[in-house]
């Protein structure tokens, strides 16, 4: 983290920078079905933050060691955009989107039904268009609904969601400057249905009370943006464009 | 299987080129349908988004504050760069920036660079030593046919909202840039023998060469390109050369409409 620590944070009402509460989450839309190349797609805005993800497959894996017998492998590219942040990011690999991208993949396989598709690969394009904080998040959650979209079999919805903690105090999903000056991060992924975690990442100082209640807030957080994943794929295919 | 599909579909192509039609029911120099948006990326100094058909682009324009070259020490220095990221289509691979889109990324910054609607001097901080760098990096979402046109749509619609973001650098107030004209793309393919404006991604794959004209506000031409296999007569090239003309008028006014906002 920054830990820049003279950075006020919280004001003297109890309430946070931007106005919200400790507990409360930035807006969240999502639309499912927004690329029409894809085999599945989706779009979340999630406070500022702006994730696109696409799903392609299952097709066949190439090259063919990396096949596995009895389940499919799932890629994932997660990818910010050059005009994502204030500096311009240079376009390519770097190690932050490798590691990303890695763990993100890991998190999908253990909730999509890999053994369905023996030998075989799922694409997760995941692309930040805009960054505020939150942007792994973000990308978790629009590759589940992506997958969904695709029709991909899976145990449940993974959402992403994040608490951290900032003078002193847990709160729910950072903003910008409560992650640049605050005292910890713990970005989640949580299957909602189950209670079960596929993802799981923190950096900073938490105590383990803190820790409990940071991973509170994001449970309770991950139910209220189950329903909007739900939603956005019911608006899809309840509409009858299908 | 790979090779059989086109196939069938340059057949089909040729068959419906005869009777004057498109597989999609457009006439011969018809457009599809464009929504654009500017202004649309919060961490962009000018953004925009079009979509052209079923195709999706995003684009962005930074700034940095860089040396100047030293052969011009009064001048920055402008640069456009497309990315066709592998969630643009299933025909989309990872990897370094294949040729496609290193004459993609080309083809629409040599329209922007040569109309010369950026006044190079005019981004000039202190001489010889800062300068302003104009990124205009371009994101292909969804490629469902004619990107070029539709990235450089995108790419002056970013660059005709964009503010210069002066007071971050601490060097005076943010303004407006000062974007001289609006240089507008119109692409030609030629699908079932004859040169249709806007092709869809499947008259791409059952077409041929395909030419890139990219006009000034005055009708003058800055950037020609001339893309895969294929010859063209020079009686062909008027023909298309009257219908840029008159494509390029309505495009340049849809980005009109959005400086008004």
Known sequence: MGGYGDVKLLRDDGLRLDGRKIDEMRPIEIEAGYLPAADGSAWVKHGLNIAVAAVYGPMEAHPRKIQRQDRCVIDVRYNMAPFSTSDRIRPGFNRRSREISKVTAEALESVVICERYPRSKIRVEIEILSAEAGTRCAGITAAAVALADAGIPMRDLLVGVASGKVEGVVVLDLDKAEDNYGQADLPVGILPNTGEIAFLQMDGDLSPDEFNLAMKYNFKAAAEIHEIMVDALKRRYEGGEN | MVALVPTLLRQELARLAEND????????????????????????????????GDTI??????????????????????????????????????GPPSP????????????????????MEKLCIVPGEKVWGVMIDIHVLSDQGNIFDACALAAITALRTAIVPAERFDVGDDYTLNVKSTPIMASFTRVGGRYVFDASEEEELGGDERIHITLGDEGHLHSLQKGLKGVFTPEEFAEIFDVAQSRCVELRKLVANQEGN
Do not use: H
């Open chain 2, 57 to 94: 682009i995003y684009a962005g324009v930074k700034f940095e504050m860089r040396t100047p070259w030293p052969d011009r020490p009064n001048e920055g220095s402008l640069m456009c760069s497309a990315e066709l990221r592998p969630i643009a289509g299933r025909k989309y691979e990872p």
């Open chain 2, 100 to 119: 496609e889109s290193i004459e993609l990324s080309r083809v629409v910054d040599r329209g922007i660079r040569e109309s010369g609607c950026i006044d």
């Open chain 2, 21 to 52: 039609a498109r597989i999609d029911g457009r006439g011969r120099w018809e457009g599809r349908q464009i929504t654009l948006e500017s202004d649309c990326l919060y961490n962009g100094e000018g953004s925009a988004k079009v979509v052209w």
